[in-house]
């Protein structure tokens, strides 16, 4: 099985400040990658798939690059309704994991 | 507009079995993969499995193999998932989620809370 290791577990950032938050996998998952958002006491939302491609509707300061076992989502310009967790997925093949997540806050 | 309600959570004994149902609409739903997720209690998100459309394949994260398992009724447009032998690491929301291709989820539900307790 494939193993997504996300870093950093929180993050603490203040209001339009640029984050990146890494996913590393454990074998190439050849760009197979989603990035979520998930606010408290709501489901997650898809932000990125194929590690790049911007779901409907995300904000253009959201981006995902990498490729092979090195992911990472860049946010640019921190708004107050980015501050949620964030996850990372495997795509590529079941069982389809998740990062552990990353939890960004307001410093 | 696409829509996945859960339902059936609630309370459950150890050791009982439950079903939860996911009612789709806003969209063609014999035409995706769909899947279940969870999440216990202040955790990260767990993938439990997969089904695609005519549910000739499913696919499970290999530690809930054996006590849950997932089907489709397209006429109904609806997603199950059973789940038996229920512990207390069971207890954690679940959502059900629409897959395009299998790789990623577009869509979830609300979630539906799950409690294994006595």
Known sequence: ?107 | EVKLVESGGGLVQPGRSLKLSCAASGFSFNDYWMGWVRQAPGKGLEWIGEINQDSSTINYTPSLKDKFTISRDNAQNTLYLQMSKLGSEDTAIYYCARAPGADYFDYWGQGVMVTVSS
């Open chain 1, 1 to 107: 099985d494939i193993q997504m290791t996300q870093s950093p577990a929180s993050l603490s950032a203040s209001l339009g400040e640029t984050v990146t938050i890494e996913c590393l996998a454990s074998e190439d998952i050849y760009d197979i990658l989603a990035w979520y958002q998930q606010k408290p006491g709501k489901s997650p939302q898809l932000l990125i798939y194929d590690a790049s491609s911007l779901h409907t509707g995300v904000p253009s300061r959201f981006s995902g690059s990498g490729s092979g076992t090195q992911y990472s989502l860049k946010i640019n310009s921190l708004q107050p309704e980015d501050f949620a967790s964030y996850y990372c997925q495997n795509g590529l093949s079941a069982p389809r994991t998740f990062g552990a997540g990353t939890k960004l806050e307001l410093k």
